[in-house]
């Protein structure tokens, strides 16, 4: 799904060809959020009431590898969202963004470029930062510097929130990556060509973390407290929230 990570299997194709694909990888993502295979639904339901409850002041959000923003825009509606940033490697996918957050009551501002890159100096406070299936891709390393980086950008009582691939008690990157392939059948909406690229980008460029190596790694990058928020009812992923 994400852009660098196709750059291999794309390298010998024309740049028409590479847009082609990658519009097809987008369009099977959406499909898989709308028939809600990956639970968006709750999730996002999830981060709608934490934002009800407990953003009752006007908040600066920060939506970390937005996409398309269509879920992040249902979880934001009627909250006290006061400014929304959004980053994104994909400009197709910020243009469908702009789109759909354009009902919101406050500035947008959307921002195509790697959020490694951009979260390195990043200068503008914000209230909580969400990021949505996309940390996992970063190696250990890489995950602590980015969230040393979000805590850097958060106010004093700001929130930070994952939704990500998580490994079950004792599971190895490869039992979770069977498991997912195990799924064909749960995900009969889309096709089995769609499913093959799915598995192997999940092959390449998804490395989960256990639930405790989660929370530890949040540690690491200093924050007081580590939660596991929600877990979705087929145990791929979970949410956890971080506080200073
Ligand atoms: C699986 S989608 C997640 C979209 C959305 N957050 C959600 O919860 O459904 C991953 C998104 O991350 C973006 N992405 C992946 N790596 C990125 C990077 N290094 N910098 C910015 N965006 C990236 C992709 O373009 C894609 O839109």
Redesign the pocket.
């Known amino acids: ?4 990570n196709w750059a291999e299997s794309i390298s010998s194709t024309s740049a028409d060809d590479a847009q082609a694909m990658f519009n097809k990888h987008l369009a099977t ?1 959406r499909k898989i ?1 709308g028939e809600n295979l990956m639970f ?1 639904r709750e999730v996002y339901g999830l981060l709608h009431n934490l934002l009800s409850q407990e953003m009752q002041k006007p908040f600066k959000f920060l ?1 970390i ?3 398309d923003a269509v ?2 825009a249902a979880a934001l509606k009627g909250t006290a969202i006061d400014h929304y940033y959004g ?4 400009p197709q ?1 910020l243009e469908l963004a702009r789109e759909s957050l354009k009902d919101l009551p406050c500035p947008i501002d959307l921002q195509c ?4 890159e951009a979260m390195t100096d990043w200068s503008d406070a914000v209230d909580v930062v969400w ?4 940390l996992h ?1 970063l190696q250990p390393e890489g995950k602590v510097r980015l969230m040393k980086d979000v805590r850097n950008t958060l106010s004093r009582d700001g929130l930070f929130l994952i ?1 990500e691939p998580t490994l079950l008690d004792g599971e190895s990157r490869a039992g979770w990556l069977d498991r997912f392939s195990a799924y064909r059948s749960v995900w009969a909406a889309i096709t089995d060509e769609e499913f093959a690229t799915m598995l192997a980008h999940n092959r390449l460029a998804d490395f989960p973390e256990s639930a405790d190596g989660w929370k530890a790694m949040g540690h690491q990058a200093g924050f007081a407290h580590a939660e596991q928020i929600f877990m979705m009812p087929n145990r791929f992923g979970r949410v956890f929230q971080f506080r200073n």
Do not use: K, Q
């Open positions: 799904m994400e852009r660098e993502y959020v968006h939506d590898a937005c996409g879920a992040s980053i994104d490697l994909s996918s470029c790697d959020f490694v990021i949505g299936m996309s891709h939704w």
